[in-house]
């Protein structure tokens, strides 16, 4: 049954108002910066209050819009795959941004599993039940019992403390507690969502041409991948369980979650603000990753770029894989640079230093001078030359190695030139990146994560680290309920094409039943 909304509005506000005077007296009394601090806390409560209930009052009267009932249950009959048949009605508990619930009745449409012919089932043979939909809330983004503002401030939160429990403490100061349970399960539920849709993305990206001026055309852009370290719980398959807990054992080995950066520079090699940079991440492996980077690369229209500059330290997993990346995403040769980090050459050059047990400090710095002076002029092969004279004895197959690191890496320690064509020569955006994604959140004492979970985070908090994490969830609640929304190509604010990310107006236009 409709409501009367703007009257509706006009009594919770009249309620708001007497409550105000009511404590007038007592907030105008306060002298104390406690008591001050008492007085504001209570006007930023009653403030949420009021706001909860002017929400809970637009939900009512939004979701007591027959059309609006009728047109989303149709549209999500009529998806591709989808088997459902009416449930009724059923009472819902929605919570709402600053902590308060409301009952809405929606309608409620069940897995439609019946066989259309065939045998039936014997007993004991009972099919997988799959799970139902309420149309209406999808339609408006309520997953999970949450409204899409509170799923995406408790997510947020949660990816951005280094423990539920913190998150949960930061959140209950503004009067939203789900419980631990109920946060876990929200923020599973959604960062699972968003890896599949992530994945249906790059699916999509890869059958279809790269954009014509794209976000990266005629930029300078920095790609830079590294990884971090944290540990996996692997449950025991068999084995009897603790007397004191009950449960089996795991295993926890570490693992190594890998990290890409994508970001552009101008013409004097400082970072363009101007440009959001790009974090994701994954707990594959190295063919994984580029996988992904070469997914990212196409979407933005990395073929017109001005320059790819790749930046990164000395692993060969990652330098025997850039030529086919450059390959996958149809850039020339000839406007593709390669870098090896500045600080990890001259860490190795320090490293061989310390080979020779008889050098005194000041014959080692001297050393070190004179190796860093040809590094910085780019002179590769004299360099070479000046670490081989201590091949001697023993240590000659460990300087020897050393040597070949720099022949190998020669054209990506050409320094002086880089230098004078303003190109970055450090990786300390992905180094730091991988610092404040990883190591900051998933690498500490006694936490052990299941892969998929792992995953899960690895994609938000780089989303949230790159400033990136309101267009994921957007993106994300838009792509579940594609049947009623038109879909937003892409997660990074961009889609293929050329198309913003951001929801405009003419995007907002739903699939009403004719």
Not at 7 to 27: L, S, Y
Request: net charge positive.
């Amino acid at each position: 049954m409709p409501i009367n909304l703007p009257e509706q509005v006009t009594a919770i506000v009249g309620r708001f108002e007497k409550r105000v005077q009511m404590e007038m007296g007592a907030w105008r009394a306060t002298k104390t910066p406690d008591g001050f601090r008492a007085s504001e806390l209570e006007v930023a409560e009653l403030s949420r209050r009021l706001a909860d209930e002017i929400t809970a009052a637009l939900l009512q009267d939004i979701l007591s819009d027959d059309v609006f009932q009728d047109s989303a249950c149709a549209a999500a009959r009529r998806e591709p795959g989808a088997r459902y048949r009416g449930g009724g009605a059923r009472k819902v508990t929605v919570t709402l941004l600053g902590g308060g619930r409301t009952r809405v009745r929606v309608p409620y449409l069940k897995p439609d599993l019946r066989r259309s012919r065939g045998r039936k089932r014997g007993t004991g043979r009972r099919r997988k039940g799959g799970s139902g939909l309420y149309p209406t809330l999808a339609a408006l983004g309520i997953w999970y019992g949450a409204s899409p503002a509170l799923a995406g401030e408790v997510v947020r939160q949660d990816v951005d403390s280094d423990s539920v429990r913190t998150a949960r403490q930061a959140l209950a100061r503004r009067g939203i507690d789900l419980g631990h349970k109920q946060t876990l399960r929200l923020f599973h539920h959604l960062s699972r969502r968003a890896v599949d849709q992530r994945q249906r993305w790059f699916d999509n990206v890869m059958g279809k041409a790269p954009p014509s001026g794209g976000l990266l055309a005629g930029k300078r852009v920095v790609i830079g991948t590294d990884g971090g370290r944290c540990r996996i719980r692997i449950p025991a398959r068999a084995g009897r369980p603790r007397k004191r807990s009950g449960h089996c054992g795991y295993q926890a080995p570490w693992q190594e979650p890998k990290l890409l950066v994508l970001y552009v520079v101008d013409a004097q090699g400082r970072i363009e603000r101007t440009f959001r940079p790009v974090y994701d991440g994954t707990m594959g492996d190295c063919v994984r990753l580029f996988e992904m980077l070469v997914r990212y690369l196409r979407a933005m229209g990395a073929q017109e770029a001005a320059e790819l500059i790749v930046v990164a330290d000395g692993a060969k997993w990652i330098w025997d894989r850039v030529a086919e990346l450059v390959t996958a995403i149809g850039l020339p040769t000839d406007r593709v640079t390669e870098v090896l980090d500045w600080y990890h050459a001259v860490e190795t050059l320090h490293g061989i230093a310390d080979i020779p047990g008889d050098w005194s400090p000041g014959a080692k710095d001297a050393w070190v001078t004179q190796a860093v002076r040809l590094l910085r002029r780019g002179q590769i092969s004299r360099l070479a030359e000046h670490i081989r004279s201590l091949a001697m004895g023993r240590r000659a197959k460990k300087v020897s190695s050393h040597v070949a690191y720099f022949e190998r890496n020669a054209h990506r320690m050409q320094y002086q030139s880089f230098r004078a064509r303003c190109v970055p020569q450090g990786s300390g955006a992905v180094e730091s990146a991988v610092r404040r994604v990883i190591n900051l959140r998933l690498k500490a004492t006694s936490k052990f994560w299941l892969r998929e979970h792992a995953e899960g985070m690895l994609l938000l908090r780089s989303y949230l680290k790159a400033g990136r994490f309101d267009d994921l969830l957007d993106w994300s609640f838009r792509q579940a309920v594609t049947w009623w929304v038109p879909e937003v190509g892409s997660p990074i604010g961009r889609a293929v094409g050329g198309q913003s990310g951001a929801v405009r107006p003419e995007d907002t236009e739903v699939r009403y039943a004719a």
